[in-house]
């Protein structure tokens, strides 16, 4: 983070922050928290009652706003400021690998194609090598991110896919993207394909299939029901068979409702699980067509199906975007 500013005569610091436009319609308070994370928000909200942090040279509510341009006035100890670092030790994500796969890029968006075995957020087991933070060195090394310059945004994803999954990830670069890309999603204006291998031949060609759905944190698996119940969510998976040989069907899913592991889970329920899949299959199915350790799925295609306006983003309305190479299409015709 940068400062501008002067020292004064007391053990305070006179140091502004200037508001960016991903800062815009921001509340002060929350603002401060994620620019100054040493400061205790007890302090925060005293500093600001007592006219020591401002806006513009002006008094301050907690509440307050910001725009664009804003300047805010810190008259703070220098202890909250932190230490100055060099640029490794600032930003975790350097360390990140530089191996990115982008199937598109404009000035506001990247459409990703994430390969199996990549997380797209830290967990428990991996923190520094995962999809943003590789989209988050691209865009820093490309001269489109500085975290310098930000105080409350940095690049996001907008939906995420499992680990030993592949496909479509969007990740946003600015927060007016970001936000339109929310909206999008849960108004189920951008659609999501997949392509899969199950195992044997399903009845109909196409079809819906239908169920509840819950899920077992404790576990991470889903499990499946044909009748309601409670705590189980209601699921729709739509589908269509693209390709059948050797006892194996290729297929297309649409997911009319987003639940974890749906595709997999559902499928499996309905007596196809994916080929490749020891969760919700059995390892004595795969290992018939060969040693494979992850799931034969892919989030193959997007499309910005907009039917209300998208502000900035309105540029993409009617656009679709595929996977040409899935790494299982070949793999498909030589079973």
Known sequence: MVFTGVHNKRTDTIKSLTAGKNDAGQRLDRFLSKALPLLPPPLLYKYIRLKRIKVNGKRAGISTRLEPGDVIDLYINDEFFGKEQNESEKYDFLRASKELSIAYEDENILLLDKKAGLLCHP??????????????????????????????????????????????????KNAEALRVLNEKIKKREIAKLYLAVCHGKLEKERGVLRGYLVKDEEKNRVFIDSRRKEGYKEIQTEYRVLDYKNGLSLVEVSLLTGRTHQIRAHMASAGHPLLGDGKYGTNA???????????????????????????????????????????????????
């Open 123 to 172: 967990d428990g087991d991996e923190y520094t090598d995962t999809l943003i933070s590789r989209v988050k060195r691209y865009l820093y090394e490309k001269g489109e991110y500085g975290p310098e310059n930000e105080h409350s945004f940095s690049p996001a994803l907008a939906n995420r896919i499992d680990r030993n999954t592949g496909g479509i990830v969007i990740a946003a």
């Open 285 to 335: 199915q795969n290992k018939r067509f060969g040693a494979y350790k992850k799931q034969f799925l892919y989030s193959y295609k997007l499309i910005f199906d907009f039917n209300s306006p998208a502000g900035l983003l309105d540029y993409l309305k009617g656009r679709a975007f595929e996977i040409e190479n899935v790494w299982f299409r070949d793999e498909f015709e030589r079973i």
